[in-house]
């Protein structure tokens, strides 16, 4: 018998979870109110209500705003603002960048540097809601020392069994933390060494490539709906403007979600007032949606165009949203598709 | 009545997470499917109470990530297993504790599991691993997953999953073998 084998056969045994504990799981993702023992009302009605769109917005939301202005100055005051309240913090290595930054607001935000598969993630937050974080951390840490961090003290931590290793420290108003995988504490101590304080164009000039630069919004919004049948009533100069830039995937989602939601407003008034001639053109506005080009390099990505194509499914027939529990498409596509946020 | 000979195939659960974006509540099916599956993998590694809080979290985060769930891969399950690793991770200490009391109790005399004292040092081995290499072996060991399943949980290539799972059984097979002479320690190092 190899170990591999006998492994297996000392899998230990399980038993059934409780029915206690298996609701009280349920009741965590369910939307649905009223549940007995529901352990997160905010967050619960947060995703029964918000939908599709946030949870994409959740799951890669990013991060730069700037703009150029014709006074010459190098960013919007907002993205200065926003700047300015960021450590930003850069890796000052050969070979590391920025590849992700993630839901970035005033005195709150992530970033991830990487080199290969070497990776760093960086995070801070508002030194107010810092709370006992930094002793939950340090729950069963083996190394638990003070190292100097840009003129600073860091708390580093690291875990038995484990290569990863974070810095915690407190820098102004924000309370910032650093993780990584490092050998040794030696190596964890020299990428820290490397960490550099640059001005606000410097750092919003690193962001990844993923970011739309803000001087080229109206121009990538243009690009986007190349394509697209516009609804009537879409305000494609308002689709172009605004400080806060997503990322490519976020704004695609912003702009094609605006076409969408155009046409399917159309198409659910038009079913109110009896107007057969709206829905049908509604109908085949959405029966496009399939080739829309920035839908179609976003489904790599994520499943935001998969909620589009249901819909446009939907109203091709006589508006039952199909696929599970049977949904009126007017109850369903503006959660769905975040018609009601307002355009980034 | 009489019964539909033909019924429609069940949904997959890349249908239903592709469904729950417009109906969150669709996500309940994958849960039904996969809570007891996650939960058990739990329970072998840090126990049945920690299990609990530790399938629920997975839930909780799969749900808040499925927007970027790749819909080309129809069980979900290694998915959620890999969530649930990434949850254990804060869990190492009771983990090995775990798995050092198993190892002494698989060990006793009175202990009616395979192996006998190999079976006991083999475990010690296990809690001694890595923790890269250790969740490899445990996903492929513990939860059937495939090395292909296993570098989708991770999120790492498959020559990793590979190479790590070599190492692992390497490490286990060096240790193991100076400690319990009756392990077949040439089959052992072999991957």
């Known amino acids: 018998m190899s170990d591999l084998e006998l492994l297996r056969r000392l899998a230990p045994p399980v038993s059934a979870p409780d029915e206690d504990a298996r609701e009280r799981a349920r009741a965590a993702i369910s939307p649905s109110p009223g549940r007995p023992g529901r352990p997160g009302r905010r967050r619960a009605l947060r995703l029964g209500l918000v939908g599709v769109a946030a949870a994409a917005i959740a799951a890669g939301a990013v ?32 070979g590391w960048r920025v590849v992700r930054a993630d839901q970035f607001a005033v005195g709150d935000g992530e970033m991830t540097f990487a080199r290969g598969d070497a990776v760093l993630e960086l995070r801070w937050i508002p030194r107010a809601g810092l709370g006992d974080r930094g002793a939950k951390l340090a729950e069963g840490a083996d190394v638990d020392v003070r190292l100097p961090v840009l003129g600073r003290e860091a708390r580093v931590l690291g875990y038995p069994d484990d290569d990863e290793f974070r810095a915690l420290w407190v820098d102004g108003d924000a309370y910032v933390e650093l993780r990584g995988a490092a050998p040794d504490l030696d190596a964890f101590a020299a990428l820290l060494d490397r960490l550099r304080r640059v001005g606000v164009d410097e750092w919003l000039t690193a962001m990844p490539v ?18 697209l049948p516009l609804p009537p009533g879409l305000d494609v100069d308002a689709l172009g403007r605004g400080d806060v830039v997503r ?3 976020q704004l695609g989602a912003a702009v094609a979600g605006r076409v969408a939601c155009g046409w399917l407003d159309r198409w659910a008034a038009g079913k109110r007032a009896g107007d057969d001639a709206a829905m049908r053109e509604a109908a085949a506005a959405m029966a496009t949606s399939r080739a829309w080009p920035i839908l179609r390099e976003m489904q790599a990505q994520g499943a935001y165009p ?18 599970g529990k049977e ?6 596509y503006q959660s769905a598709l975040g018609c009601g946020v307002p355009a980034p | 009545m009489t019964l539909d000979p033909h019924p429609p195939p069940a949904p997959s659960d890349a249908d239903l997470i592709r469904r729950s974006l417009v109906e969150p509540i669709a996500f309940e099916a994958v849960f039904e499917r996969h809570f007891d599956a996650v939960h058990a993998f739990a329970q072998r590694r840090v126990g049945r109470d920690l299990a609990d809080e530790v399938a629920a979290e997975a839930f909780v985060r799969a749900f808040d990530r499925r927007s970027r769930y790749d819909g080309s891969h129809v069980d979900a399950l290694p998915w959620l297993l890999g969530i649930a690793t990434n949850v254990m991770r804060r869990h190492w200490r009771g983990e090995r504790r775990r798995l050092d ?11 009616a599991a395979p192996g006998g004292e190999a079976a006991g040092e083999l475990l010690a081995a296990v809690a001694r691993l890595p923790r890269a290499q250790r969740e490899v072996l445990l996903l492929h060991a513990w939860a059937d997953l495939s090395y292909e ?21 390497a490490r286990l097979s060096s240790d193991a073998c100076a400690l319990a002479p009756t392990l077949p320690c040439e089959e052992a190092s072999r991957v």
């Open chain 1, 247 to 249: 990322d490519r995937y």
């Open chain 2, 149 to 169: 399943e296993i570098a989708r949980a991770l999120e790492v290539p498959i020559g990793t999953v590979r190479s790590r799972l070599a190492r692992a059984r």
């Open chain 1, 210 to 227: 993923s970011v739309v630069r803000p001087a080229a919004r109206a121009e990538v919004v243009a690009e986007m709906l190349r394509g």
């Open chain 1, 327 to 332: 949904l009126r498409l007017e109850d369903a």
């Open chain 1, 306 to 323: 998969d909620a589009v194509w249901e819909l446009a499914d939907a109203v091709k027939g006589d508006g039952t949203v199909v696929g």
């Open chain 2, 101 to 111: 009391a198993y190892a002494r109790s698989v060990a006793g005399p009175a202990s």
């Open chain 1, 63 to 94: 991060v730069v705003a700037s703009d150029r202005d014709d006074s010459g100055q190098a960013w919007a005051a907002e993205v200065v603002r926003v700047a300015e309240a960021a450590p930003r913090l850069l890796v000052d290595a050969p």
